[in-house]
């Protein structure tokens, strides 16, 4: 059973577009981390956010912890092909950190 | 943060054989994991590698299968035992620079068994 579900599970833009994907968790998490991964790498942190109704943004991404710290959304605005990746949200508690399935976006030129 | 060297970075490997995959971190860390990604899929943790003791398991992964060393602070092994074509996937080691914090991952090994 997968104790974080992302949505979508793949998603196909063009250069340019805006989209936002989802992590979401019946379960409280203490802290939830972003990550991407490209191809043939290890996944690289993007930001963790700890607080309920937590706003960060990273150049173009914008990333929400809610309100009671058992979901996040991450949005890209403009998006660019570098942007394509498998994007891996992770909620912690106590040392017991899980990962999402992921979400596979691919950004056309 | 952390930087984290895997080796070796893939191979091909027979059925039945083991290959051990190395893990070093530039910086002592408290906890370092072992994961398993198959294609196309999310992270699945193997173990906790604990310095000076036995590897903590997830539900379905075994020592005789995964045996773990991990002799300090910024080194540790995964072997994958008995090997079987099942066993293709991505393992990546990752640590956490600060207890309960992020974690930061290598860059992985591609394994793949014939």
């Known amino acids: 059973t997968q104790l974080l579900e992302q949505s979508p599970q793949f998603l196909s833009i063009q250069e340019g577009e805006n989209l936002t994907v989802y992590c979401n968790s019946s379960s409280v998490f203490s802290s939830l981390q972003w990550y991407r991964q490209e191809p043939g790498e290890g996944p690289v942190l993007l930001v963790t956010?700890?607080?309920?109704?937590e706003v960060k943004k990273l150049k173009r991404l914008t990333f929400q912890f809610g309100d009671a710290r058992k979901d996040s959304s991450l949005h890209i605005t403009a998006a660019q092909p570098g942007d394509t990746g498998l994007y891996l949200c992770a909620g912690g508690n106590n040392n017991d950190m899980r990962f999402g399935a992921g979400t596979r976006l691919t950004v056309k030129p | 943060s952390a930087v984290i060297s895997q080796k070796p970075s893939r191979d091909i490997c027979q059925r039945g054989t083991s290959l051990t995959i190395q893990c070093q971190v530039d910086s002592q860390v408290t906890m370092m994991f072992w994961y398993r990604q198959q294609p196309g899929q999310s992270l699945t943790l193997i173990a906790t590698a604990n310095q000076g003791s036995e590897a903590t398991y997830e539900s379905g992964f075994v020592i005789d299968k995964f045996p773990i060393s991990r002799p300090n602070l910024t080194f540790s092994t995964l072997t994958v035992s008995n090997m079987s074509p099942e066993d293709s996937s991505i393992y990546l080691c990752?640590?956490?620079?600060?207890?309960?914090?992020?974690?930061?991952f290598g860059p992985g090994t591609r394994l793949t068994v014939t």
């Open positions: 956010v700890v607080t309920g109704g």
């Open positions: 990752s640590v956490e620079v600060t207890l309960g914090g992020e974690q930061y």
